[in-house]
């Protein structure tokens, strides 16, 4: 791929979502943008929808008590943002843990008032420099990978290889600004990457290999 194309890659099929930095980047053919993504069609509407109906009970149950941002992928949903009690986030983490198709889930939102738009806006700025940092490294797919960052915090969720999982935290790690990063990754094998980039799509159901550390 050309730099041309690279940075076309960049800065149009880069999709911001609100309330934290959340970025997922597609790939560019001729002059028509098309997802490359390790998830089959029916697993990407299935996260969609996770997303879709979490958040928007969250948002009807909590009103302003709660900012949480629901990101899924792979049927593994991470929650982020604010809560003003433990037992909000509690709630919101065992009503999500209770939806259709939903693998697993990562609760990471913080007891504490709710973020400012300002720092929301900083959070979205620092996801896409990696996304582009993650674009133009070789050997990585980040067009099969998520990036919420949530007050400087970096979580990277996708289907990689373990050797692809180790270099996109650690783009992410180099990032200035970044000030921790977890990762909640499906891992998958060397033969298992082979056959998506013959076939284009992850198997429906991946084994739950969660490697944040």
């Not at 979490?54 to 008590?65: E, F, P, Q, S, V």
């Not at 509690?90 to 609760?107: D, E, I, W």
């Not at 998520?146 to 289907?159: C, F, K, S, T």
Request: charged share 20%.
């Amino acid at each position: 791929m050309t730099r041309w194309m690279k940075w076309s890659l960049a800065l149009t099929t880069t999709t911001l979502l609100s309330g934290c930095g959340i970025l997922a980047v597609g790939a560019v053919t001729g002059t028509t943008t098309i997802l490359a993504d390790r998830r089959s069609p029916g697993v990407q509407a299935i996260d969609l929808g996770i997303q879709l109906e979490a958040g928007n009970h969250l948002i009807k149950r909590y009103g302003d008590n709660a900012h949480i941002t629901v990101t899924s992928f792979n049927q593994k949903v991470l929650l982020t943002g604010e809560a003003k009690d433990a037992d909000i986030k509690g709630g919101a983490g065992a009503y999500v843990q209770g939806l259709k198709n939903v693998r697993s889930v990562f609760n990471e939102i913080i007891i504490g008032p709710n973020s400012t738009f300002t720092a929301r806006a900083s959070d979205t700025y620092l996801a896409s420099r990696i996304k582009t940092q993650m674009i133009f490294t070789n050997n990585l797919p980040s067009n099969s990978m998520n990036i919420v960052v949530e007050a400087g915090n970096v979580y990277l969720m996708g289907i990689l290889t373990k050797a692809e999982s180790e270099l996109a935290k650690k783009v992410a790690s180099n990032t200035s600004g970044v000030k921790q990063v977890f990762v909640f990754f499906d891992i998958i094998s060397e033969a298992e990457k082979l056959r998506l980039e013959k076939q284009g799509k992850a198997e429906t159901s991946q084994p739950d290999t969660n490697v944040n550390n």
